[in-house]
């Protein structure tokens, strides 16, 4: 597609369970970023991967957070035995290089009850 | 790691009105990118502006890198204006990471 896609776009779990985001980049873009919002809130960055380097993961905010971007492209962010605190959008961004301009995704909003 | 602050918090502007939205960091800069996010949660690239002036319709931003701002105009405001506008920027020399302002939520009567 001719921008950023995220899925699901709506997300209810209950506490415990683990749960999976995905995030297809716009096709040739090299960097790809992960980002939370909690409701009212900015941006909180979570973690960054440009093309074959090792990701930032600098933002995740504990061990039960983890993502992977496979082939340079699609992305998955997981949450491990998710808490009603993780309850967020979830957006992922993609930029065609570096330090360049990021396009956002619409986002996938998590509930965790 | 770099600060960025955005003014004012908030504001409220009748239709037709004008605005200046301010952001101000805290170092070098090699990235900066003003955002609208719609009432429905979407972010909206408006400008990539890490230096100069740029104008797109009734919107244009200006940044001096050397003096550490950017700001932000808004002309003839309109309803559809409404949001929040967010500045980034990511820390030249530093993580590559974009960084983002708290935002200025922006609401037109």
């Known amino acids: 597609g001719a921008g950023v896609s995220q899925s699901p776009s709506n997300k209810v779990t209950e506490k415990g369970k683990d749960v999976e985001l995905r995030c297809d980049p716009i096709s040739g873009h090299t960097a790809l970023y992960w980002y939370r919002q909690s409701l009212g809130q900015g941006l909180e960055f979570l973690i960054y991967?440009?093309?074959?380097?090792?990701?930032?993961k600098s933002g995740l905010p504990s061990d039960r957070f983890s993502a992977e971007r496979t082939g340079g492209s699609v992305s998955t962010l997981t949450i491990q035995r998710t808490q009603q605190e993780d309850s967020a959008v979830y957006l992922c961004?993609?930029?065609?290089?570096?330090?360049?301009?990021?396009?956002f995704g619409e986002g996938s909003r998590l509930t965790v009850l | 790691g770099i600060q960025v602050e955005q003014s004012p918090p908030d504001l409220i502007l009748q239709e037709g009105a004008n605005s200046t939205l301010r952001c101000n960091f805290s170092?070098?800069?090699?990235?900066l990118q003003w955002f609208h996010q719609n009432p429905w949660g979407q972010l909206i690239n408006l400008f990539y502006i890490p230096s100069g002036t740029k104008q797109n319709g009734r919107l244009s931003a200006t940044t001096v890198a050397t003096e550490r701002y950017s700001l932000l105009y808004i002309s003839s405001s309109q309803t559809t204006d409404s949001g929040v506008y967010f500045c980034?920027?990511?820390?030249?020399?530093?993580?590559?990471?974009?960084?983002f302002g708290k935002g200025t939520k922006l609401t037109v009567n």
């Open positions: 980034a920027v990511t820390n030249q020399g530093g993580s590559e990471k974009l960084v």
């Open positions: 961004a993609s930029s065609p290089v570096t330090v360049g301009e990021l396009f």
């Open positions: 991967f440009q093309g074959n380097s090792a990701p930032d």
């Open positions: 170092d070098s800069v090699n990235n």
